[in-house]
């Protein structure tokens, strides 16, 4: 059993290196290395090639998003299991091997994650009480906040079958989306050790780029709402949720004098109740107005 690690980078040279590097240092060594190159205009290449043909690049044209090049390196993969790693993250030693371990341990389990280590401007910090990773049923308190990092994730290549890609039109907040879609069907097993260095603080990460990152979230769960068949349990907590983002989403906008926009989602939760295609619609032309779905 082989694992296809998905690399997807964009103008990262700074530090890609060091990814690819963490994981040519695996004590697993049935692996393949994909690096998406989403467009890249600085040395990104020339750090890639230093690495030969101990790695796959896979190099797309023009910028298309963290989505389409994680699905790009899915797509060309050729191994059973996935392992995604972002650019400015690194793995430990042990981390494929620890994996791969309990997926022989636990047949039936289609997805597990690891625990972290976090680094914050050169510094190391302790995730807060919200943070901290369950494991097993973990949809419900994931609707909060993201609570799977991708770097720290491997999965059998088929659940992408049944649940489907990264949606490609959300510029961020893609993970939250995948891991919703998987952990509302599937348990999401913890491994309790800390094997993924994830870093953060700098200028370039996506999330220091976006303000109302909630109105994605809010996309989402109005997306689980008209799209999956969700237990009687799941759909009230989605609801629940929905209107907790929309009115703290809503209260952003009344503060930079967007009425219409804060109108727009304060309704939401109640439109969505009673027919949730139309206020779908209006959402996704809301956040991708270039219809880019």
Known sequence: MGVSVVIPTYNRAWCIGRAISSV????????????????????????????????????????????????????????????????DDYWLPKKLLAQMEFFEKNPDALICQTQEIWIRKGKRVNPKKKHLKP?????IPSLRLCLVSPSAVMLKKSLFDEVGLFDEQLPVCEDYDMWLRISYRYPVYLLDKELVVKTGGHTDQLSSKYWGMDRYRIYSLVKL???EDLSERQRKAVVSELGYKCKIYAQGCMKRGKISEASF?????????????????ELRHLLFPQGHF
């Open 135 to 139: 494991s097993g049923d973990i949809f």
């Open 225 to 227: 709402l008209k799209n």
């Open 24 to 87: 040519l240092y695996q004590e697993f060594e049935e692996y393949e290395v994909i690096v998406v190159d989403d467009g890249s205009t600085d040395n990104t290449k020339e750090i890639l090639s230093l690495f030969g043909n101990r790695i796959r690049v896979i190099s797309h044209s023009e910028n298309k998003g963290v989505s389409c090049a994680r699905n790009t390196g899915i797509k060309s993969s050729r191994y059973r299991y996935i392992a995604f790693l972002d650019s």
């Open 265 to 281: 989602y304060l309704s939401l939760p109640d439109r969505i109740e009673k027919d949730p295609v139309t206020p779908f619609l």
